[in-house]
């Protein structure tokens, strides 16, 4: 999925040095992604290797090196292609938590329960962010893009709202 969100900000926001790339994604995008941002060097490395991208190395006055990348002909075909697979959409989530429950002889009970309480915590914390970057951002996103943005934060609402319903209905009946 990096190259993907690399390809599709690039033609979004037009050429950029890694930084700026890194900053988009924490700024933008980390409410919906699991990118790890030392690994953005990486990809975009293998990226210009692929042709994917373009890379223009400048030293602008006395100052440190900067590559400033851009999308090729090559990396526009590849996005699109991205894009196109991921309109299939699939939902096949995993719960690793599943494990605890189906080997729960092996865990105290009194254990269990305070795991889930943290994670109740961390849940709520998760939607109070999500609702604050909403909010945040929305004041910056152009009207034409309002739509698809609300569709994307109301997704990852939505999924945190049920984990965190199973969460609490979990405590619930390990508490009885």
Do not use: C
């Not at 400033?68 to 719960?95: C, H, N, Q, S, W």
């Not at 604050?132 to 996103?141: A, D, L, N, Q």
Request: net charge negative.
């Amino acid at each position: 999925m990096i190259p993907l969100y690399i390809l599709g900000l690039l033609q979004r926001f037009g050429p950029q040095h890694g930084y700026q790339i890194k900053k988009i994604i924490a700024e933008q995008l980390s409410d919906f992604t699991q990118i790890k941002l030392p690994t953005i060097y990486y990809h975009l490395e293998k990226m210009e290797t692929d042709d994917l991208l373009s890379a223009n190395r400048e030293k602008p006055g006395g100052r440190p090196e900067k590559t400033i990348y851009t999308i090729t002909d090559k990396g526009m075909v590849a996005f699109k292609k991205m894009i196109v697979g991921l309109v299939e959409f699939e939902y096949r989530p995993t719960f690793p938590s599943d494990g605890v429950f189906y080997f729960s002889d092996y865990i105290e009970n009194t254990e269990i329960l305070s795991h889930l309480t943290a994670y109740i915590h961390k849940l709520n914390t998760a939607i109070s962010n999500i609702e604050k970057h909403r909010e945040e951002t929305m004041h910056f996103v152009p009207e034409e893009d309002r739509t698809m943005v609300n569709i994307i934060f109301s997704h990852h609402e939505h999924h945190y709202r049920a984990e965190l319903d199973w969460a609490e209905e979990s405590f619930n009946r390990l508490s009885l």
